[in-house]
């Protein structure tokens, strides 16, 4: 099995230096594919080195999950070298209209809402984490990613070379430190981060360098030993003890998911209409208290009924989702179409078009661990967050110069 490991494990690495090489390190498609085979290489990396999450599993499951895996990262790759050609023209700008300032301006009032809402939550947080999954959180989670939408909206929406404001960055920075060692989304943390270094650099093409490396391979460090030491665990026991395996932490759950599910489907056809139930999720509960559940919901509480009882649950993949709802033509098809729209938003000549790179890289930045109606519920909210206010003083400034000019 070794062999079939690594594989898996080459066949991802060749792809993402083909996308660096070909697309450049700051660029939708390599962040994607990246995204896809860190998750897709947990158990292979496993097997090679640790072999606890394997052990025991069918030869023929891996091999073939580990093929669905790579199949979709061959065929977003060469989807992702298929765009079209452009015809939207360089925008026109309203003279003194500033977005930027705008939404710098709501950065700083969703810091500031983030800040009072979650003060009521911080010593709860800070005994456990888990223990938020039985609170009210909906305002707190609305407020965070408000201010990373706004913050990554701050930065697509700035002059060339106009350096970001002092305050927006020791904002982000206050909002990054509470999310790491107090609330521990890092995920929130890593995108914000991952949507800057992209969004900054979209209009031109970045080699891979050294400092590059450094600065994720850091990154990644120090997320890790926050996680092992936030409630009093010891770093060293943590790794010495296997703690560096991707396939038991964050990177793991495609590859738990698809254990549990592949042997009950047949994927020749489809087996779900999550996809369809996925739009639900735009109405409140409040309104619609039977609304189907999204597929993450579904999984907890067929595979796991008894942490569903207590209100846990288990973040689903996209990856798997595909393949349930559309079998395993569609997901090809799913995959190869995924990586054309992909690449049709990789170079945007416009402030909208990178408002539209921005919120759908937010939203699909981590998309082998989300569902689709959690991925439609990000979009939804950001578009909501970004576009409305855009449109509204945008409007508003074109009506005054207007008024101005009639007037004189």
């Known amino acids: 099995m070794h062999e079939i490991y690594f594989i898996f494990l080459a066949t991802h690495t060749f792809l993402i230096f083909a996308s ?94 983030y800040l009072i809402v979650g003060s009521q939550y911080w010593n709860i947080a800070l005994l456990d984490r888990n223990a938020l999954y039985l609170e009210p959180v909906t305002i707190l989670a609305l407020s965070k990613l408000a201010v990373s939408v706004y913050f990554v909206a701050t930065i697509a929406t700035k002059q060339a070379n106009e350096k970001l404001a002092l305050a927006v960055i020791v904002g982000f920075v ?38 590059h490396s450094l600065y994720f391979f850091s990154l990644a460090f120090l997320f890790l030993f926050i996680e092992t030491t936030r409630y009093g665990g010891n770093f060293i026991e943590a790794i010495t003890s296997g703690g560096i395996n991707p396939a038991l932490g964050e990177l793991g759950a495609p590859w738990f998911i698809a254990v549990n599910i592949y042997p009950d489907i047949a994927i020749e056809k489809a087996s779900s ?49 595909i393949l349930i709802n559309l079998s395993i033509i569609g997901f090809v098809v799913i995959s190869l179409f995924f990586g054309i729209f992909v690449a049709n938003l990789a170079r945007p000549r416009s402030t909208p078009q990178r408002l539209t790179l921005a919120i759908w890289l937010c939203s699909l930045a981590f998309f082998p661990r989300y569902d689709s109606a959690t991925i439609l519920k990000s979009l939804a909210i950001g578009y909501s967050l970004i576009f409305l206010p855009y449109l509204l003083t945008r409007v508003s400034f074109a009506l005054s110069i207007r008024n101005e000019e009639s007037a004189n």
């Open 20 to 113: 660096i090489l070909r697309f450049g390190l700051a660029d939708i498609r390599t962040v994607l594919l990246g995204m896809a085979a860190l998750y897709a290489n947990s158990y292979p990396i496993d097997g090679l080195f640790f072999d606890i999450a394997t052990d025991g599993l069918p030869s023929n499951l891996i091999i073939e999950i580990g093929l669905i895996f790579a199949t979709f990262s061959i065929f977003f790759f060469i989807g992702g070298n298929l765009t079209f050609k452009s015809h939207t023209k360089d925008e026109k700008r309203l003279h003194n209209f500033d977005p930027s300032k705008l939404y710098s301006f709501l950065f700083g009032i969703s810091l500031l809402a």
């Open 174 to 211: 206050i909002f990054a430190l509470i999310e790491s060692f107090v609330f521990g989304d890092r995920r929130i943390v890593a995108t914000s981060l991952i949507a800057w270094f992209v969004v900054t650099n979209c209009h031109r093409r970045v080699n891979l360098k050294p400092t």
């Open 273 to 321: 209409y999550s996809f369809i139930e996925a739009f639900s999720i735009l109405i409140p509960r409040s309104i619609w208290p039977d609304r189907p559940m999204g597929a993450s919901q579904w999984f907890a509480n067929t595979y796991f009924p008894e942490i569903a009882a207590i209100g846990g649950g288990f973040a689903f993949s996209l990856l798997i989702e």
